[in-house]
Nanobody
Framework: QVQLVESGGGLVQAGGSLRLSCAAL????????MGWFRQAPGKERESIAAINWSGSSTLYADSVKGRFTISRDNVKDTVYLQMNSLKPEDTAVYYC??????????????WGQGTQVTVST
């Protein structure tokens, strides 16, 4: 089990950028695949990005492909989500998660508490 803490959310104008961070507390971060999810009000949680343990393989949902980039630093035990060209429909609570396999949808039992991203028009 790994404890996850997200940060970096906030309010940004449409077309802007944000970088989310997710710090993992534990000794086995580098053995996990990592994923990012988001959940907008009244909608189901959406799996949007995944990365394998080494960072050599990434996957994206069509809704964010070409705009978002997932990366990781196994020395800092942190996974990132760089979000560019943000749209109002990207407004959601963003969560990171740890799992075994980097897939979309991503399957995980370990979640962070989430960080709010709000994109204004």
């Amino acid at each position: 089990q790994v404890q996850l803490v997200e940060s970096g959310g906030g309010l940004v104008q449409a077309g802007g950028s944000l970088r989310l961070s997710c710090a993992a507390l534990g000794r086995t971060f580098s053995s996990y695949a990592m994923g990012w999810f988001r959940q907008a009000p009244g909608k189901e949680r959406e799996s949007i990005a995944a990365i394998n343990w080494s960072g050599s393989s990434t996957l994206y949902a069509d809704s964010v492909k070409g705009r978002f980039t997932i990366s990781r630093d196994n020395v800092k035990d942190t996974v990132y989500l760089q979000m560019n060209s943000l749209k109002p429909e990207d407004t959601a609570v963003y969560y990171c998660a740890a799992g075994l396999v980097p897939t979309i949808p991503f399957r995980s039992a370990d979640w962070g508490q989430g960080t709010q991203v709000t994109v204004s028009t």
